[in-house]
Each structure stands twice: as C-alpha cells, then as structure tokens.
C-alpha cells in the first residue's frame, strides 16, 4: 500500500512570493489533515478536510494561507504572500475516518515539505 | 484547550539500556487517546503506540511501553533494550475522542542512542 504522498521536498523562497504544496493521501482515505511543524517545536493542524469539505481551519491564517481538496482527494495547500516566519515543515497526514465518535484510526504522515523563506 | 507538555528537550541512553520520556498533558475531557509519535531525520512521524483513556491497562508494542497515570494527567514512554535505530525526536500528542480528530502535539523529545 502506497504512503501519504508530498511534493516537492523542499522550497526555498523569497518573502511576498507564493508558493504550494502538494499532498496525494493513501487511497480511501476520507480524512486529510495539514500540519505546520516550526523548527524544535511539534507539528500543529493548520486545516482538516473530511472527503472535501473542511472539518476544521481555526488555526489556518487566512489572510495568506488557503487549502483545497477537489474531489475529496488530493489537496493544495498555498501560502500567499510568504512571511519569514513561515519556514517550516509542512505536513500532511491521511486517516481512514476522522468524524465518527469513539473510532481511533491512525492519522499516517506523509513526508512533508521543508519550507524555507528567505 | 488541551495542551501537552514535554519537559525533556534531550535525553541520551547507552546502547541496551532502557530509558523514560515524559509527558504530560492538560484536559477537561475523561475520554481521550494518547500517542507517542517517532519522527526520524527523514521527517516522517511514525506511530509507536496508543493509549485509550478509558483503558487501565498500560500500553505494550514489543520494546515500548507506557506508564499511563490518568489522574496526574501523565503518560511516559519507557524504551527497554535501546536500539541504534531508536534514535529520533519522539513526541507525546493527545486527541480527544469526540468531534475534530486533530491531534495536539508535545515539543518533542531528541533521544540520542550511545554505541
């Protein structure tokens, strides 16, 4: 069975430029989460999607940051412009069902991206 | 809000010993789960075991085991027979078991494995 899939590994850019990354869940997965995970600190959710829709974005800056999931599948994450403070490692993680009350299933991480903002 | 706390930044062990990471972590809930996470250079985070709240029994997979202490609000991740391969940052999150499934991470633990 194929993991959680992201691209690109790494970015480096200036600040004010845009930039996306791209996340490919395990297949049948509904659940996809975004995390942002700064430098000697744990990860924190930016957005979670169940199927397409969005479960929960409270900690997603929505003046620059903006996510899609078209089709329940893949998903976009966009930082627009980019701040210094953005450099981090962003990670995606997929679960099989992530709204029913009293399951437990395993959030898998991809990868992620390492952001660099200079 | 729930919030978990890793008061270890490091910890170092020999080679086939054993070693405890501590967590602890703040909630109004009695139902929850508890995760110890391994995260590698290669940035993966890697599952190494769950606790459900409303379970006494302590949690084992092979070489790790917590000790789960529901009132103090603390759950330790002891590694028995210390691994080169265990080395990584660990890290303590919570999830609660209604509503949104996000989980609430610690600030992580770096454990390094002496040869």
């Known amino acids: 069975e194929a993991g959680v899939a992201q691209s690109p590994r790494y970015k480096i850019i200036e600040k004010r430029q845009s930039v996306a990354f791209w996340c490919n869940p395990i297949?049948?997965?509904?659940?996809l989460y975004w995390y942002q995970q700064i430098l000697g600190q744990g990860p924190k959710l930016l957005i979670q999607f169940q199927n397409n829709g969005v479960v929960d974005d409270s900690q997603l800056p929505k003046d620059r940051f903006s996510a899609e999931r078209l089709k329940g599948v893949d998903s976009t994450l966009k930082i627009q412009p980019a701040k210094l403070e953005d450099s981090a490692v962003y990670l995606c993680?997929?679960?099989?069902?992530?709204?029913?009350?009293?399951?437990?299933?395993?959030?898998?991480f991809g990868p992620g991206t390492r952001l660099t903002v200079t | 809000a729930q919030t978990v706390t890793q008061s270890q930044p490091e910890m170092s062990v020999q080679e086939a010993e054993t070693v405890t990471l501590s967590c602890t972590y703040d909630?109004?809930?009695?139902?929850?789960?508890l995760f110890w996470y391994k995260q590698p250079p290669s940035r993966q985070m890697i599952l190494v075991i769950r606790?459900?709240?409303?379970?006494?029994q302590n949690a084992t997979e092979n070489r790790f085991s917590v000790n789960f202490q529901k009132a103090a609000k603390s759950f330790s991740l002891k590694i028995s027979d210390s691994q080169l391969g265990d080395a990584a940052m660990y890290f303590c999150?919570?999830?609660?078991?209604?509503?949104?499934?996000?989980?609430?991470f610690g600030q992580g633990t770096r454990l390094t494995i002496n040869p």
């Open positions: 999150a919570y999830r609660v078991i209604q509503g949104a499934q996000k989980l609430v």
């Open positions: 606790q459900e709240a409303y379970k006494q």
């Open positions: 993680a997929s679960s099989l069902e992530g709204g029913l009350a009293g399951t437990s299933y395993e959030q898998y």
């Open positions: 909630t109004s809930e009695s139902d929850y789960y």
């Open positions: 297949s049948g997965h509904a659940t």
